[in-house]
């Protein structure tokens, strides 16, 4: 079964940037949709950011356009989100997730996850 390791996370101030890794292993990742995924502290998991399967069609919520970045390197088996000019209500734990559909920012629609990255933007 594919499975997903996140790296990348840590404390950045207001206005930096980060960039998350999604890194597979036990399958190609060229089959799968891949989504980017937050929960902070005391509230429900959300959609963030999802790619196609081939790297040709993305989505992101209306909370991160213009500053998150979603990419996939199939051949490395890596999936990033490039995080720019980060907010205090970015933080949380970040997941990735795959499935083998289309791409999706819901929740329930996917059934295989990382453990997750800790993000902390604070001053």
């Known amino acids: 079964q594919l499975q997903l390791v996140e790296s990348g996370g840590g404390l950045v101030q207001p206005g930096g940037s980060l960039t998350l890794s999604c890194a597979a292993s036990?399958?190609?990742?060229?089959?799968?949709?891949i989504g980017w995924f937050r929960q902070a502290p005391g509230k429900e998991r959300e959609g963030v950011s999802c790619?196609?399967?081939?790297?040709?069609?993305?989505k992101y919520a209306d909370s991160v356009k213009g500053r998150f970045t979603i990419s996939r390197d199939n051949a490395k088996n890596t999936v990033y989100l490039q995080m720019n000019n980060l907010k205090l209500e970015d933080t949380g734990v970040y997941y990735c997730?795959?499935?083998?559909?289309?791409?999706?920012?819901?929740?329930?629609?996917?059934?295989?996850w990382g453990q997750g990255t800790q993000v902390t933007v604070s001053s």
């Open positions: 997730a795959s499935r083998r559909v289309y791409c999706s920012t819901v929740v329930s629609d996917y059934d295989n």
């Open positions: 036990g399958f190609t990742l060229d089959y799968y949709i």
């Open positions: 790619i196609s399967s081939r790297g040709d069609s993305t």
